[in-house]
């Protein structure tokens, strides 16, 4: 990655968004968080180069380390917001943040929402343990005709894990899972085995732990 630096700045009469989001991403996936975002915010102070949606999207994975607060105004600016990408890595970050509040109003402005949209979102309720405002979310994506995935359902039984829900909500949406297919998906079972064993429901554990497939032969 040093190299890659000195040959970046070499080329300034050549850098372009492209080259400048591909290093802040080599920084990134070679635990240089901080020099990504100190090259983030040095080419955008000089203002020669703009970012796109991808820039924002891959700068905004390093949250915490970066304040999302940093970057909102920016990507509101720039009319990112509604983007799928840009706005559910910004939902994200608020969610590493514990932050569901500014979470949600991210969500919201999202224009054209994805399965990965929604399930980000439910994911942020789950870790918040607010599993009434993940049940409401959940409704409201099947009314919109969205499609849960996988990812979806272990998000939805995370919050359904919370000691505020009831276990009556647990049991509807394994039901859902199952008519969906995803009964056997790997994160999904591991959800449900979390989930019925925090309610002491061991029995409905072991049943979805043996229908994955893939218990472990002690």
């Known amino acids: 990655m040093d190299d ?3 040959m970046f700045m070499t080329m ?10 591909a290093m802040i991403t080599g920084y990134l996936q070679n635990d240089g968080i901080e020099q ?6 040095r080419v955008r102070k000089e203002g020669r180069i703009r970012p796109n949606d991808y820039t924002f ?7 915490p380390s970066l304040s999302p607060f940093q970057i909102h105004a920016q990507v509101i600016k720039t009319g990112y917001l509604t983007y799928p990408t840009v706005g559910t890595a910004l939902l994200t970050a608020y969610v590493n943040l514990g932050n569901t509040q500014d979470a949600s109003m991210v969500f919201r402005e999202i224009e054209e929402r994805d399965t990965v949209s929604w399930s980000a979102m439910l994911a942020g309720y789950a870790q918040a343990e607010d599993p009434e405002s993940g049940m409401k979310l959940y409704q409201e994506m099947r009314r919109d005709n969205g499609k849960p995935n996988e990812f979806t359902f272990s998000s939805v039984l995370d919050a359904c894990s919370s000691p505020s829900a009831s276990a009556e909500q647990g049991k509807q949406f394994h039901c859902s899972l199952i008519k969906h ?3 056997s998906a790997l994160c999904v079972s591991t959800a449900l085995v979390s989930m019925y064993s925090r309610r002491g429901s061991i029995e409905s554990a ?3 732990l043996l229908n994955t497939g893939m218990a472990i032969k002690l």
């Open 181 to 183: 297919g995803f009964e």
């Open 12 to 21: 300034s009469d050549f850098q372009n968004v492209v080259s400048w989001t």
């Open 36 to 41: 990504a975002i100190d090259l983030f915010l």
């Open 4 to 6: 890659s630096c000195k």
């Open 206 to 208: 072991q049943k979805a």
């Open 57 to 63: 999207s891959t700068i905004l994975t390093a949250s």
